[in-house]
């Protein structure tokens, strides 16, 4: 009986035993599975993710962590040009010092002074200071000599300003706040140290007030122009108002760059973005432009790389999927250059890029069935995109990333590092107007205060178009 009993206690506690045995390894395999994670979070950075350049670390930029020096000095490397000033034309100059010898050098008399007309030029160059330029305007009051009645002069409008500041001072300041993202602070120090200028905080929220009125019409133009264009990059991050997370968005073509901030980054919201869905739109591969013809779309094949780096870090078979669509990747831009270059026609891109993608989704297809955990996930979605993963090939005018929105975006995410975005809604809709201006104005070989002075000059009449490079002068 008591062997019976022995025999029952040692089957429960191997019974016990077992269960835990089990219950340890689920999780070992658990905490392995989390430690995994961990640390592809922690080897997250721009090459391998979504996250920006300037999110890395020292030492953690592309390229920077395996590259090896190539044994050179630092500066220019013998053969290279270099880089010179060059000297201005003479209808350029605004003063002339003409130096002449005294005697000649071989019979020692005296030279007249004879203009040459290869004299050897040098040019100094001076700031000289700025001077703001007022204007008083008053109305007198004059008694009649005849019945001693005293009559002051009318308030004509049209002769007296309706504001303090002129069309080409408030530009400037639009400028500062607007366009190089000075504070109000460093914008108001910077008028008086340089102009010599006295004016409030509260004056530079009034002009940035009339300033985003005045160029509206220019906006809106540029607006029109993106929603025509053939192809359309677009992208995203996030702004600040007051605190609370929104959402910035830019449309880049190749003649305009418009910008608008709204609540999120979900479809219904980025859908009102749109007034056609006309051309091929390029982007990544966010759920929420979904409302999107997949057959018009092109996506971001910066940001597929990204994804195959992060796979390739990794341990096991999610590593060699990784560097087996890192080398395919590296084929696909290898005959794009080519192609850019004029090396390849149209056609032959085409004929080389056929297997090419054939091979790409057959790998993607292949890291599907092998149901890898964070990998046959993003492969399927991957997948999903077939359709826009090579628009580039057959469609003229498309390129195969989205750098050129990823670009456009860069000052406003510099900004909203600076400055933690805005306070208000007025404050978004000057932030987005004005830095629509400013980098359509410069796709268009526009200067920007030139055309700026130019809106505020015509105050809603006449406005100058921002697609025309004949803007007057301020």
């Given amino acids: 009986m008591d062997a019976q009993c022995e025999i029952e206690q040692l089957r429960a506690d191997l019974a016990a035993s077992k269960a835990r045995n089990e219950e340890l390894e689920k999780q070992v395999l658990e905490l392995t599975k989390a430690v995994e994670e961990l640390r592809e979070l922690l080897g997250r950075n721009s090459r391998n993710s979504n996250l920006p350049p300037s999110s890395d670390g020292p030492g953690q930029g592309p390229g920077k962590s395996k590259k090896k020096g190539k044994g050179r000095k630092r500066g220019g490397q013998p053969g290279h040009r270099g880089s010179h000033r060059w000297l201005l034309p003479p209808e350029k100059v605004d003063e002339f010092v003409n130096l002449f010898p005294s005697e000649c050098t071989n019979c020692w008399r005296p030279l007249p002074e004879d203009k040459d007309p290869q004299a050897k030029r040098y040019q100094y160059t001076e700031l000289e200071r700025f001077c703001p330029h007022t204007t008083e305007y008053r109305r ?69 007030k009339r300033v985003s009125e005045a160029v509206k019409p220019a906006v809106d133009e540029a607006w029109s122009s ?100 890192l080398d395919y990747a590296a084929i696909v831009f290898a005959y794009w250059s080519d192609f850019k270059q004029g090396k390849l026609s149209r056609k032959q891109l085409q004929s080389l890029m056929a297997p090419v993608r054939l091979q790409v ?85 526009i200067n920007v205060l030139r055309f700026l002075s130019a809106c505020c000059r015509a105050d809603g009449h006449d406005v100058p178009s921002i697609l025309s490079p004949n803007v007057g002068c301020a």
């Fill in 140 to 208: 007198n009051a004059v008694v009649c000599p005849h019945c001693g009645h005293k009559t002051m002069a009318t308030y004509d409008e049209d002769k007296i300003p309706r504001f303090a500041f002129g069309p080409r001072l408030m530009s400037v300041v639009a400028m500062l706040t607007g366009v190089y993202h000075l504070s109000r602070r460093q914008t108001v120090s910077l008028l008086w140290e340089l102009l010599g200028l006295r004016i409030s905080l509260g004056t530079v929220s009034n002009i940035e």
């Fill in 226 to 325: 993106a929603m025509m264009a053939r192809v359309k990059h677009f992208d995203g991050t996030s702004w600040l108002q007051a605190g609370v997370m929104l959402s910035l968005w830019t449309i880049a073509t190749g003649a305009v760059t418009v910008f608008k901030i709204v609540a999120n980054s979900r479809k219904e919201t980025l859908r009102k973005l749109f007034t056609s869905l006309r051309g091929v739109l390029v982007s990544d591969r966010a759920t929420a432009l979904g409302f999107w013809s997949m057959s018009r779309r092109q996506i971001c094949w910066c940001h597929l790389i990204r994804k195959f780096v992060a796979f390739s870090e990794r341990d096991g078979p999610a590593s060699a999927i990784g560097n087996e669509l």
């Fill in 361 to 445: 989704e057959a790998v993607l297809q292949r890291a599907v069935d092998a149901d890898i955990d964070r990998l046959s996930g993003s492969c399927t979605d991957i997948l999903k995109h077939r359709l826009a993963l090579w628009t580039f090939v057959d469609t003229q005018g498309v390129e195969p990333t989205n750098n050129h929105a990823e670009l456009e975006l860069r000052d406003f995410v510099l900004w909203r590092k600076r400055s933690f975005g805005t306070q208000s809604q007025r404050g978004n809709l000057y932030a987005e107007r004005l830095m629509t201006v400013a980098r359509t104005a410069r796709k268009q070989n």
